[in-house]
T-cell receptor, first 110, second 115 residues
């Protein structure tokens, strides 16, 4: 079993739709959590950190459930420019080790 | 602020040949990572440095891969000899503070094709 698991998709949605991605992690020593975005043939870039209380950045909302070891990302009012791969990332323990999930591909269509 | 620099951007080699990749992290970043990303997969951590010391190299295939970070700044990753399955993008990332919620910044990667 992979340490960080995501549904690879692809998720094909129309513009304006709301879409949610889920991620589970297996190591309970994980301390911090992130969503990174990766455009085709580009490097990953931080989208947002995920806090226990949940956090929102514009159309994006991230949630963390430590008891269930589950992270989510909600995108509202999808734009064509949101088309990308979304990577769930877990910082294991206090060594700074960053573990990436497989990524979930989103394609927003007009 | 300059980002993470990697070179070369692309490399094509024959199997059993050797290849080396170079990374210059963001100035002052103590943590440096090398990841391997195979097409359609997420980045897989190969090795993590804290300054010039290795923090984790548990997934580095040490029979053929080696990495060093002399003086705690630049780093090189070497493959010798290369296999077909080493075809991937090799990403270098750096991070200013170990742990918790700091962002890791990635270079553009080196795309390796082994033929």
């Amino acid at each position: 079993r992979k340490e960080v698991e995501q549904d690879p998709g692809p998720f094909n949605v129309p513009e304006g739709a709301t879409v949610a991605f889920n991620c589970t992690y297996s190591n309970s020593a994980s301390q911090s959590f992130f969503w990174y975005r990766q455009d085709c043939r580009k490097e990953p870039k931080l989208l947002m950190s995920v806090y226990s209380s949940g956090n929102e950045d514009g159309r994006f909302t991230a949630q963390l459930n430590r008891a269930s070891q589950y992270i989510s990302l909600l995108i509202r009012d999808s734009k064509l420019s949101d088309s990308a791969t979304y990577l769930c990332v877990v910082n294991r323990g206090n060594t700074g080790k960053l573990i990436f999930g497989q990524g979930t591909t989103l394609q927003v269509k007009p | 602020e300059a980002g993470v620099a990697q070179s070369p951007r692309y490399k094509i080699i024959e199997k059993r040949q050797s290849v080396a990749f170079w990374c210059n992290p963001i100035s002052g970043h103590a943590t440096l990572y090398w990841y391997q990303q195979i097409l359609g997969q997420g980045p897989k951590l190969l090795i993590q440095f804290q300054n010039n010391g290795v923090v984790d190299d548990s997934q580095l295939p040490k029979d053929r891969f080696s990495a060093e970070r002399l003086k705690g700044v630049d780093s090189t990753l070497k493959i010798q000899p290369a296999k077909l399955e080493d075809s991937a993008v090799y990403l270098c990332a750096s991070r200013g503070v170990r742990g918790l919620n700091t962002e890791a910044f990635f270079g553009q990667g080196t795309r390796l094709t082994v033929v």
